[in-house]
């Protein structure tokens, strides 16, 4: 029988620079009407989210990228190179920062395979080459690059390292997901867009997967996508950043595909929502979350975890599963759990997961 792999513990990461009302400042007076400022300000005034932290630097005047000097602050906004150098650069820090957060909890000797998601930028050698030689692993590492794969990413990251451990009760998976989704700024006038934007920040979560009965235990996961929704989530990469495409209609599509029995069995790996006691949604926004939970019937205190990343850190695309799980790792145990995140296509992918007994 295959062995169990289980998420031994969760370290997370954000950069110190906070631009969640920098950017709601930004955003207002890109608006042409008094009309689409009130929905914008009313949208941001019920978005769910306090604060987005940034990798982009702070200021000499201590200003945001927005302001006077910062990295937005000019006519025509910087080029993709411009923000894939900076990718480079930041990327394998705050990726190493929670891993740093994740070895002050469990120790990191012996790791024999390295995972990596992220989709907000591109570099070779890899963030999976340069984090394993910052690091000091051991060439022999096997890694694996997941990419540009979107909010459901750490479903794919964690689920490799399931299978890994399946094939290889000794192996030792570090899993990495790193986004940095504010080096994206799009300078439209356009509501939809800017509402978007306005979910996005940048964060890393780095977790140990392993046979060993501690933490979490990863069950079978499962995958599933909406009809007809291709073009409601995408990223399309332009010669200045890669604009994310997050259509209104996202939240409706996914309450009407979880009020269909059969949608909402394959998006929960079968399981009954009542049987349910630890849920961990992707936090991609306050009115998806209301659609899972008014459509599953969840009570109240259900995504309490999930809505308290939204506001500490908003939509850090895959990385904020990590998030949400860390905070469950840290919670009383749980009996049978589900993971669940949405993505681009539209897809809906998750696991099923409980406390190591």
Not at 178 to 202: C, K, N, R
Not at 293 to 321: K, Q, W
Request: net charge negative; glycine share 10%; proline share 6%.
């Amino acid at each position: 029988m295959p062995s169990t792999a289980h998420i031994i513990a969760i370290g997370t990461a954000v950069p110190d620079h906070d631009i969640h009302h920098a950017f709601i400042d930004w955003a207002r007076a890109r608006l042409p009407d008094s009309r689409s400022a009130k929905i914008f300000d009313r949208m941001a005034g019920r978005a769910g989210i306090g604060h987005r932290w940034s990798v982009l630097p702070i200021g000499d005047d201590g200003g945001s990228p927005v302001d006077m000097g910062g990295f937005y602050a000019r006519d025509l906004l910087p080029g993709t190179a411009e923000r894939m150098q900076l990718y480079a650069q930041y990327a394998p820090a705050l990726s190493l920062a929670a891993i740093d957060a994740l070895r002050a909890q469990v120790s990191l000797d012996g790791i024999t395979h390295l995972v990596v998601a992220s989709c907000t930028g591109f570099v070779a050698p890899g963030i999976d080459q340069i984090v394993a030689a910052r690091l000091g692993l051991d060439p022999s590492v096997e890694r694996l690059l997941v990419g540009f794969m979107g909010c459901y990413a750490a479903v794919a990251a964690l689920r490799s390292a399931r299978h890994i451990v399946r094939s290889d009760p000794a192996a030792r998976v570090l899993v990495i997901c790193v986004e940095l989704s504010t080096l994206h700024l799009q300078d439209t006038p356009a509501l939809e867009p800017l509402l978007a934007m306005l979910q996005f920040g940048d964060g890393a979560a780095a977790a140990l997967v392993t046979a060993q009965p501690q933490g979490l235990a990863l069950g079978q996961p499962f995958a599933t996508t909406l009809p007809d929704s291709a073009e409601l989530i995408r990223w399309d990469i332009t010669d200045r950043g890669f604009a994310m495409h997050l259509s209104g209609e996202v939240p409706a599509r996914i309450a009407a595909g979880l009020s269909d029995p059969v949608f909402a069995a394959a998006a929960t790996g079968g399981r009954a929502p009542a049987d349910i006691d630890g849920w961990a949604i992707h936090a991609g926004g306050r009115s998806i979350l209301d659609a899972v939970e008014t459509s599953l019937a969840l009570p109240a205190d259900a995504l309490t975890e999930s809505r308290g990343v939204l506001a500490d850190n908003g939509n850090m695309s895959s990385a904020t599963l990590m998030f949400v799980l860390a905070r469950l790792l840290a919670g009383p145990p749980i009996r049978e759990g589900v993971a669940l995140a949405f993505g681009p296509g539209l897809a809906a992918e998750g696991f099923g997961f409980r406390s190591a007994a």
